[in-house]
């Protein structure tokens, strides 16, 4: 199947386009569905040795964050190549990110619809058009291009009148990204294998938090290289306790990708130090590979002073909570 040219940087013809699968008021324009991608952090990530095949085994604990970005969704079909799928995917950057820099065909959304039409045997004439609005920063560890890429697969299921809980979906998931199937569970959830095998869901928590990130970002594959140089492994008992919690605030903290990403990018031991000591902060950890540090926070004040001190140092910052969201079609045209 093929693609034509997708474009995903902010222009005015592209802003121009976007207004035409939405209304004034933001709603979904007739025929189109809204879909949330939330972020997330990574309360527990073990990761193990290095396997024969590549890819390392892992213990990978994550919560959804009440920070989302936003895809609108539409099919036309009829239109597009002579035979199969066209995807044009556009995106704006909002909370002050720079816009997406990515080539069409490495665009996760662009993947995973194309991946789903393969897996459901589609062979319509038809285009779907992705207004992707990006609110979660790159190459920060909160998971925003997997969630994005959920979010695809949830949409044009509902496009498609395809039910949500259709094994292809999960499939497609874990066949994009180790992440990606997290984000069609939500909330917070327990992933074994090299983290893409869902093993158990535990009950979320409501704390408040502070998501900190300088500009500077990490490569997941360039953190792993780092790790496998020096790795240090995760402790068996704390694992057990880990893979032994039933609520996600009985989940102990821990990230042992951190001190490869802090060799990487020493800066994130200065906002990992900065942080754990401003008051009303109860715990700091990075998300994955970073390059982001998320801090609970005591209450909703602290979070706010917390916030607004790091973006006084010149970093990106943003007040937020733990949810129960997942990858969801919140409205449709």
Not at 221 to 241: G, K, S
Not at 243 to 272: G, H, I, M, S
């Amino acid at each position: 199947m093929a693609a034509t040219k997708s474009e995903n940087t902010v222009d005015l013809f592209a802003e121009a386009r976007s207004a035409q699968i939405k209304d004034q008021l933001g709603r979904p324009a007739s025929g189109t569905v809204k879909v949330v991608a939330p972020a997330k952090v990574n309360l527990f990530l073990g990761i193990g040795p290095r396997r024969a095949d590549g890819y390392h085994d892992a213990v990978n604990i994550m919560h959804a964050v009440n920070l989302h970005d936003v895809l609108y969704m539409q099919v036309k079909e009829g239109l597009g190549e002579e035979q199969g799928l066209t995807v044009q995917v556009r995106t704006s950057a909002r909370e002050g990110l720079a816009p997406l820099d990515v080539p069409p065909q490495d665009n996760l959304v662009y993947r995973a619809i194309m991946r789903l039409a393969e897996r459901l045997g589609r062979t319509q004439r038809e285009t779907i058009e992705v207004h992707l609005e990006k609110h979660i920063p790159a190459q920060a560890g909160l998971g925003g291009g997997s969630s994005d890429a959920a979010a695809a697969l949830v949409g044009a299921a509902r496009l498609w009148d395809v039910p949500d809980d259709h094994p292809a979906l999960e499939e497609v998931a874990r066949s994009l990204g180790s992440d990606v199937a997290f984000f069609l569970h939500g909330g917070c959830a327990c992933f074994g294998g090299a983290g893409e095998l869902f093993e158990q869901a535990l009950a979320p928590m409501k704390k408040q938090l502070v998501l900190i990130k300088p500009d500077e970002g990490v490569s997941t594959a360039a953190a792993y290289r780092a790790f496998d140089e020096c790795p240090q492994l995760v402790d068996a008992a704390l694992e057990q306790t880990a893979r032994q919690a039933a609520q996600a605030q009985e989940v102990p903290l821990f990230n042992n990708l951190a001190p490869a990403a802090e060799r990487l990018l020493p800066l994130l031991a200065d906002v990992r130090v900065w942080t754990c000591a401003q008051p009303g902060v109860e715990d700091v950890l990075l998300c994955g590979s970073g390059s982001t540090t998320f801090a609970v926070c005591v209450d909703f004040d602290a979070a706010c002073r917390l916030s607004a001190s790091a973006r006084q140092r010149g970093w990106w910052a943003r007040t937020t909570a733990f949810g129960s969201v997942k990858a969801a079609v919140v409205s449709r045209g």
